[in-house]
């Protein structure tokens, strides 16, 4: 009986010694070190497609447990987006902001140059604030005038985080998709956790 009794309590100490030193469960957002975070774009940032609270700025503040502020307009060309920046994004001093612009100026046949040359003064503004700047770029091979080239060119020029094509895995899948050009609450999820992924040290 002794024999019996010593057996259960060495399994108990050692299962109790277990999950005290090597069991971490992952039940909280991962924080990050910035207090003003801000969604920077166009209807992929204002959440066109979504239900209400599943656009990704709104599915980003829960990942990281983070107020993410959504300053997403749709419609949005980088002209419009340069107009804006100074009240929307510059008054509020963040510590980041995610971009997604471009893709009407692209739709609207906007000159790359110029387009570029708004992107790239937004950027640049925005990183002299000493902010981090992620942008959400895109890519439609044979048919993106150069756009994709353009982004990647950027991010060298500027020192800027990229992701060459956000919507890569979403767009085309009618399963991530509400309508042709915008996500449904799962593609905005995806690009929350793409975002996420880039905010990792």
Known sequence: ?????????????????????????????????????ICFGDSLTF??????????????SRLIGKHVI??????????????????????????????????????????????????????ESIRNTGALVIIGGLAFPFRDRGFGRAYRELADQTG???????????MGNPKLMSDPIHPNDEGYKLMAEKFNKALSP
Not at 76 to 90: P, S
Not at 160 to 170: R, V
């Open 160 to 170: 800027t985080i990229l992701i060459p094509n956000i919507l890569d895995g979403i």
């Open 1 to 37: 009986m002794k024999k019996l009794l010593f057996i259960v309590i060495a399994g108990f100490l050692l299962f109790s010694g277990y999950h005290l030193f090597f069991h971490s469960p992952n039940t909280k957002p991962r924080e990050i070190a910035a207090d003003t975070i």
């Open 70 to 123: 959504n300053a997403g307009v749709p419609g949005d060309t980088t002209a419009r987006a340069l107009k804006r920046l100074k009240r929307d994004v510059l008054s509020e001093s963040p510590d980041v902001v995610l971009i997604t612009l471009g893709g009407n100026d692209l739709k609207n046949g906007i000159a790359k140059d110029i387009a570029f040359g708004n992107l790239k003064i937004i950027v």
């Open 47 to 60: 959440g066109t497609g979504a239900t209400d609270g599943m656009d990704y700025p709104s599915q980003l």
